[in-house]
């Protein structure tokens, strides 16, 4: 057996890759599709490869974490991988004490309320996610022609779940600080912030061709305390990827006010939830960035025709933007049939771009 | 001991009050406020008289719905009273099986799913509903000078809970039953439109001076598909109240996409969240509605300070409206210090409208 060396990243060239393509802005062969959390619990083979495993430990499991990225990429096509993970997991890596309870979500032991707290939180060492980005060593070497797109949660994300100690509908906590305490708020979301991009980081020196930046939670704000609370932070974030010039999406559920901040913050792909049109979209980002998006995920619990009648709209629509990838307004939800993920792949792959 | 006679309803002259001057566009004496959720959890005395006490239980038992009702009025000293009720004692008083759990919310025990579901769905005759309409001749005895808001829940969100069985984050079933079955779809929301507003015009021909119509998720929707599934039945509910002629409010939350359609269906007040700035709603709804709202509940977990500057901002916003009835931009949430309520309702008694 040859002694073990370092891998080096594996060098693709996906110059030609449809979703690269449309991130950039150009206009590919077909429009790219892939799905938020299609990896996951509407795959069967998903569940079987979870089961017995803690959801952080399968995110920092390498072989795991790759199988996991490849399964939708084999069974639906789709035109990019997103990295398997969570969005606490640079928390964890950092050592600060998460968990994720199976049918509650993130649960934080210490909530962060206080500058004395916000100062105890530990740093991210690019070392601390050598897991994750081993799972993209192994990923370049297993996806061929396919992008894989890197992953973090943005900074106001994860300081809500810091905040608040774990899931919460009103972030009421959140934003008492975030109001009462601006120093406080703007002391914990500039280590989020480092954090966050010492993490896409890492992902990018890997070898990943794009990253998400997700803000779960940023649709509960108004664009005002957005604008004021958080754009900095997630600028931060995106700007710090200036470098390596890999294409950088921005998504948030509920955004539909924030669209033109978002854009705003450095993202080159903005990402569009169901409830406003990809034409309309276009108009609040002033029409200079690709978008992602936008079909409502509960469509794809409807008959088949109403899901193309859908998706072909969509597709309309998408081309008042500068480029256009194809997916979902949020993530794949658990109870969907995965047959309707694949055609609907093999629909959006005849549709004129 | 004289024979019972039944109690007319009690006629008073509130042509003065705030809340029914603003709602009717004009320029009151001062900003009028209420809270939505104003009875409720975030009161001790309303915890301490709704222990051993089922949700619906409460709701039609019309001394008990009095007097809960009663409590932030006389606490807080808002601008006006609102039913205490729930978004499902209509279904449940026409006999539809649904139980509030504790903790989950309404429960039906036979979803509906069918054209089959739905013309088993029974109607509500106003006799059925003489408990709430009861406790309307009760609170006209004991409000004085302050108006009483009537309450329904709009048939999107009767629906969701009908066909989801329950309430739902993504409302799957509900969307793919509107998409994949229209025929059934709007079979169900036009009884759904007669129950709300049978149970409406009870409440307003037993005396109250307004009323809510409450659209809980139909933020959910697009503007493409509240206008194609929703309006046309909101609308029928509300021009349903086109004679009496009380103020008509209607709310939904995260519908800054919709205020211009939830207006065009017949409300006389437009709800408005704190996504949106009233300046904006204003001219998202053609500058011709009154508008409620919008701070939001999370901001009164925050230092006074920060309490008030909202307040203010609110207020001058408010003033791009022809009437600004001050208001959350959702419910009290349930850990709100009632005494941060009570100086926020003297602050907005002090600025000017």
């Known amino acids: 057996m040859a002694p073990a060396v370092p891998a080096l990243p594996v060098r693709r060239d996906l110059r030609a890759a449809p979703f ?20 996951g619990r509407s795959l069967p083979e998903y569940r079987a490869l979870r089961a017995g495993h803690d959801m952080l430990a399968a995110c920092l499991t390498p072989d795991l974490a790759c199988e996991i990225t490849l399964q939708p990429v084999r069974r639906h096509g789709v ?10 997991v640079p928390l964890y890596a950092a050592g600060v004490g998460v968990r994720i309870v199976p049918g509650t979500g993130p649960v934080v032991a210490e909530p ?66 975030m109001y009462s305490a601006p120093d406080v708020w703007h002391a914990l979301m500039a280590r989020l912030a480092d954090l966050t991009g010492t993490f896409l980081q890492a992902q990018v020196a890997a070898g990943v061709d794009a990253v998400q930046l997700f803000d779960s939670w940023a649709g509960a704000l108004s664009e005002r305390d957005y604008r004021e609370y958080v754009l900095p932070h997630s600028t931060r974030v995106l700007r710090g990827l200036d470098g390596p010039g890999v294409p ?24 569009v939830d169901w409830r406003v049109p990809l034409d309309e979209a276009a ?7 690709p978008l992602q998006g936008n079909l409502d995920p509960a469509v794809l619990f409807a008959d088949r025709a109403s899901v193309e009648a859908q998706a072909r709209r969509i597709a309309d629509e998408g081309r008042s933007a500068p480029g256009h990838v194809f997916n979902l307004g949020h993530g794949v939800l658990p109870e969907t049939d995965p047959d309707v993920l694949t055609r609907l792949v093999e629909l959006v792959h005849t549709l004129r771009p």
């Open 20 to 39: 690269l393509r449309a991130a950039r802005g150009e206009r590919p062969s077909r429009i790219p599709v892939w799905f938020m959390r299609q990896a």
């Open 79 to 88: 035109d990019a991988a997103i990295l398997f993970s969570d969005i606490v």
């Open 112 to 177: 962060i309320r206080t500058l004395d707290d916000v100062e105890r939180l530990p740093p991210l060492h690019p070392e601390q996610v050598a897991p994750v980005t081993e799972t993209v060593g192994l990923l370049l070497r297993e996806l061929g022609e396919t992008p894989l797109i890197g992953f973090a949660g943005a900074p106001f994300t994860l300081a809500s779940y810091l905040v608040e100690g774990g899931p919460s509908r009103n972030h009421e906590r959140t934003k008492a600080l």
């Open 248 to 271: 950088r999406i921005h998504f948030g559920v509920g955004t539909g006010e924030l669209l033109a901040a978002m854009a705003e913050a450095g993202a080159d792909v903005v990402g």
């Open 283 to 289: 108009r609040r980002t002033g029409g200079t960035h």
